[in-house]
């Protein structure tokens, strides 16, 4: 069953900009730790972002994040987006979202790394001219 859905990917040319959306058919993302990541093939994946129950979002610090990714929640939408803007060949990826339950006593929690229990299967982001 899906659990989790990415949309918003595709073909873009360098400058351009993506919003990526997360949210689940199945449970409310509000009780959810959710995370961003992104996979080229033959690398590993590599975690863009987390972002809490309570909403704070935690952008990895690698220098293709800072500055031009952006996280934002909407519990009303039961979304959780990735805005990429002013993108560049290299950010070209498989970019997906996966979440894990967080009980509400630890609203600030962030899994480690790839510590999440459900995965969407995906979305393809390409840049190019």
């Known amino acids: 069953q899906v659990q989790l859905v990415e949309s918003g990917g595709g073909s873009v040319q360098p400058g351009a900009s993506l919003r990526l959306s997360c949210t689940s058919p199945?449970?409310?993302?509000?009780?959810?730790?959710v995370g961003w990541f992104r996979q080229v093939p033959g690398k590993e994946r590599e975690r863009i972002s987390c972002?809490?129950?309570?909403?704070?979002?935690?952008?990895n610090s690698s220098d293709s994040a800072q500055g031009r990714f952006s996280v934002y929640r909407d519990n009303t939408k039961n979304t959780v987006s990735l805005h990429l803007d002013t993108l560049k060949p290299e950010d070209s990826a498989v970019y997906s979202c996966?979440?894990?339950?967080?009980?509400?006593?630890?609203?600030?929690?962030?899994?480690?790394?790839?510590?999440?229990?459900?995965w969407g299967q995906g979305t393809q982001v390409t840049v190019s001219s």
């Open positions: 199945r449970f409310d993302l509000a009780d959810y730790a």
């Open positions: 972002t809490t129950r309570a909403g704070e979002s935690i952008l």
């Open positions: 996966a979440a894990k339950f967080v009980r509400d006593r630890r609203p600030t929690y962030c899994p480690r790394g790839s510590d999440y229990p459900v």
